[in-house]
């Protein structure tokens, strides 16, 4: 099968290296004592769960009490158009991945991700297909196969119209020759519930939204879309050594409404190195397979403007809008 892969930048990985000498007990001067942080996701979907998990050891760092808020609709039209038009104190963020992006790109909405502010990001995050632990399908291949023999019979499910999972298995169906109906959900957790209910032959997601029934044996691993194997999961082939040369990364981060006081930015920019450098959500987010890729406020605002040129580039040559 030809080759195809999503790039993203890996001017993160400069990030990596920033240090902060108070290290994990750091404590930030933040000018609000209580902050919303805003999710299109629905409830223990992956930005849902990386958002609840991260706000447990980020209060102490910051002195704040943070709330997570989900804002469902319009495959991320309604979270950003809440953030756009919220102040631009600090009071309150968006957990972005490449929806707000495609789902601007895609969709006639009011508010884009050009009305946002990047804040930080703050991790990549590995893409994982996946069934019930009951499928008769063992790995990517199989389902390629049968996908082959049965054509259109098959269902693969994913979270938002808008979402970078969407546009993969999207073009899986290119690199593969298939047509299987791709079926979109408010969020991963909607998604999860139809492929434990075999109403959906195989999803695509990420390992911590997938913890929870992974360990209780109720979904089965099929592939992931690394360059290499999880070091969580050594048993799990890549889409590429099944066949399917298609690699893509995740990203996880924050965004704000346009205008963030330098104060504000600073703050995060010393808070998320300390959070990454904390051992108990180290040992979060290494069991999740999150790959950490601290980006500053300024790195980031160039990564979302070089994403964003990608993705256009990419609608446009598989024809899912015009050029």
């Keep these: 099968m030809r080759r195809s892969q999503l790039l993203i930048p890996l001017t993160a990985v ?3 290296t920033l240090a902060v000498s108070a290290g994990a007990n750091a ?3 933040y000018p609000h004592d209580t902050v919303t942080l805003v999710t299109h996701s629905s409830p223990g979907g992956g930005t849902d769960v990386f958002l609840r998990e991260t706000v447990k050891h980020l209060g102490p760092i910051m002195g704040v009490d943070f709330v997570v808020e989900n804002v469902r609709g ?3 039209a309604k979270a950003m158009a809440f953030l756009a038009t919220s102040p631009a104190d600090g009071s309150v963020f968006y957990g972005t991945t490449p929806t707000f992006i495609n789902t601007s790109i895609l969709s006639d909405v009011e508010y884009t991700f050009e009305d946002l502010e990047p804040l930080v990001n703050v991790f990549f995050d590995p893409q994982i297909v996946y069934t019930r632990a009951d499928s008769p399908f063992d790995s990517l291949a199989e389902v390629i196969e049968d996908a082959k023999e049965n054509p259109g019979h098959q269902k693969w499910g994913v979270s ?3 979402s970078l999972d969407r546009q993969v298995m999207e073009q899986l169906k290119a690199l593969t020759g298939t047509d299987p109906v791709i079926v979109t959900h408010e969020g991963g957790g909607d998604l999860l519930i139809n492929v434990l209910n075999g109403t959906l032959d195989v999803g695509v997601g990420e390992i911590q939204e997938l913890r929870g029934q992974i360990d209780a044996g109720e979904v089965k691993l099929l592939a992931s879309y690394t360059e290499e194997r999880l070091d969580t999961f050594p048993d799990l082939q890549t889409a590429r050594e099944q066949g399917i040369d298609l690699v893509v990364d995740k990203f996880r981060g924050l965004a704000g409404p346009k205008g963030l006081p330098e ?7 010393t808070a998320i190195p300390a959070l990454l450098e904390d051992p108990e959500f180290k040992k979060f987010y290494e069991e999740s397979s ?3 890729a601290f980006m500053p406020h300024d790195e980031y605002v160039e990564f979302i403007g070089e994403f964003a040129q990608e993705q256009r580039a990419f609608m446009a040559e598989y024809g899912i809008t015009e050029e």
């Design 27 to 29: 404590q930030v001067d």
């Design 160 to 162: 938002t119209p808008g």
């Design 290 to 292: 999150l790959v950490p």
């Design 74 to 76: 319009g495959s991320g």
């Design 14 to 16: 400069a990030g990596l």
């Design 263 to 269: 104060d504000v930015v600073a703050a995060w920019e």
